[in-house]
């Protein structure tokens, strides 16, 4: 008998193997298609449609909060919830003017908020587009009309998405809020069990709640563009793979952004004729930069989906 035959021997080629599959087939995927490019329509899309995505989602959860549950700020869930789902650099100003514009979306006509319905199908279109040039190989395409009527669905399905994660923070929120009232109440408590609790639900609230998030997000564009859908468990980890290396990327922009500070360049100073204006050019390119960042993320994440069925097929697994 061969002893370097064996299981725990063969183990570490076999994942050797499996590792080296997908860095081939990535970089075959950047070589051949036009990768950056899509990452850059993304971007485009993403800045030009993601706020009136945002804004109809955030108005229909301030009415939600504020009339049905009667909390007299109903955009501090939101606030809370757009904080963790971008990058910490300068994300209160961005908040902050996502949070004016939701407020005055509140007073959109019927014809206003049609519009911005249909602005937020163009980001889906684009996303379309690039899901369905990724998983390329034995796939179906949509019929002109079925592709604008399966966009204006995803717009729907992500924005409940949306609506549901808010109000997830908010009722998460307001758990740790009573949970850290009552534990001050009680006689003889241990401070350790009160600071356990705190990082409890603040790893829950601000790290698991965005990364269940984003993963929802992803596997639904992996999942229903390509037709027939890939299996169940590439899409899994593919979408695993983005919402890791996103959440990654943004604590990585992060930190990238508040050490280096190369925005800081663009904004305000002692000499400046418009402050404000240069203020908010040094935010718009963090956000140009960012938006395009979470573009070649989310097509990674597709190619390792695409990857994981090519390797079923093969018996790579």
Known sequence: MNIRKTWPFTLPKRLMDVLQFYAKGIWHRLETDDVFVWAAAIAFKMLIAFIPLLIMATGVIGWVVQYILSTSDPYLAINRFLATFLPQ???????????????????????????LFILSISLFTTLQTVVSHIFKEERVHRSLWRSYVFDARMVVQVGFAFVVSIL?????????????????????????????????????????????????????????????????????????????????????????????????????????????????????????????????????????????EKARRKGVH
């Open 89 to 115: 650099y300068q994300n209160r100003e961005v908040v902050q003017g996502i949070n004016s514009l939701a407020r005055a979306g509140q007073r959109f006509t019927y014809i206003g908020s049609a519009s």
């Open 168 to 308: 997830l923070t908010l009722i998460l929120t307001t758990v740790k809020q009573t949970g850290d009232g009552y534990l001050g109440t009680l006689p003889n408590i241990s401070p350790d069990l009160i600071v356990l609790w705190g990082s409890l639900a603040n790893g829950i609230l601000y790290y698991l709640l965005p990364l269940l998030v984003t993963m929802a997000m992803f596997f639904q564009l992996y999942f229903f563009v390509p037709q027939p859908h890939p299996p169940v468990q590439s899409v899994l980890v593919g979408t695993l793979f983005t919402a890791v290396l996103w959440e990654l990327a943004k604590n990585l922009f992060a930190w990238y952004a508040s050490t280096l500070r190369p925005f800081d360049r663009y904004g305000a100073s002692h000499d400046t004729l418009v402050p404000a204006l240069g203020d908010f050019f040094g935010i718009t390119m963090a956000l140009v930069f960012w938006a395009y960042y979470s573009g070649l993320v989310f097509i990674l994440g597709g190619m390792m989906a695409a990857l994981h």
